[in-house]
């Protein structure tokens, strides 16, 4: 079908349905291969990425909704989703459906609410909806060669700094890593949050300090070199440092 | 004028000039006479206690618009406001206005974006709208004393939740407390903010780690005991802390 068409299609039962002006964009990364990726979703229309947000049901609380929406969108259940910040700017979405006129349910001034969460990929299978090509895991390393629809690329840029400024007193990593990785996978999901490279001595004083760590009896078998220590995380100790920050007053 | 039927002549004029379903509630927190206070108004309606919230015009951006409000709501300018939380239960404020019918403007669904901010309450002279008898700061400690409307007790606690997080990573203090101030003073805001005594030893030795104070060359003087030193913030460090976080990877 038309992707226009499918758009005007719409726009009267999304009426009846949802609320004006209020959105949601879930900002879901996933850490592969040593690298951070973001959920992102091309479009049929236009074929620009986006988000997978979506609207909220007149008789639907807001926490409700964004777990819907990414479920019809994406295929995703099941994750803990956290609420990061709100996006309000008058024009965000104008440019996307000026071709467009103004009965449009979708072209109207939308505020979307954000919201993060971390997760291992490979426990999802993605299910891309009807206005969609795809649904697929981005390297944030490519987001610049992308093409991203109104100001999606801000709500990521916002979401990784949320999460950056959370791994300064929250322990990170229970939903991204394997049962059992070694302290040098562990870093790279640190660098790849902070964006930078680390020093391995500095690192690793700092993570076995935080005491979450438990070390196994086992190595992790294969590679070139002598083989590192599997680590696990104490899950009792990682949650309260997760309830209560790493350093508390 | 009757308080109920001020919001009647305002619906239509409301209609025309507001985005429906949003609005925005800012929690002002001040530190004075060692406890923690929040701004409040006291509508003439029902005589309950509200945070100076209202809502968001169809042709401003959201953080203007928040800015608008606390100005229009108790007088107060200049003063840095940050997003905390969105309150988007279905419900949360039906039963405020349950005395009107659903043409109301005031009674439809809103959901509302929480924005908090810290002060010094002697810097601001409060001025109540035409809605609320009064607009005070209101201890803590006395919340649970009064009637507070719709779920703004909850959006209270959120807020609160938030600042006690950000204090785990985040230096705090450089609106609160005047220029020069001694470590007896900083302590006890951060026991208002956590809600706890500290102890005194390893407060002073953790705030002196933090590298962001500055001792001066001179006491406190007119208590009964031994003149206390002061200490003013050193804010080349405090604003570095603020960008950086306490502690980096």
Known sequence: MDSRQQFLDKSDK?????????????????FDHNELKVLLLKMNYRKQWVLPGGYIRKDEDLDEAVVRILKERAGITHIYLEEFGVFGKKNRSELYFEDFDETLFQKQRFVTVGYYALCNPARFKLIADEYSETCEWICLNNLLEIDLAMDHREIIGKALLTIREKISHKPIGYNLLPEKFTLSELQKLYEAIVGKTLNRGNFY????????????????????????????????????????GLNNW
Do not use: T, W
């Not at 349905?17 to 879901?28: E, K, M, N, T």
């Open 14 to 30: 999304l009426k009846e349905v949802f609320l004006p002006h209020l959105s949601a964009d879930p900002v879901i990364f996933g």
């Open 205 to 244: 004083r700092k993570i076995m300090n935080l005491g979450i760590l438990k070390k196994l009896p086992e190595q992790r078998k294969g590679g070139a070199h002598k083989a590192p220590d599997l680590y696990s995380f104490d899950k009792r100790k990682y949650m309260k440092a997760l309830d209560n």
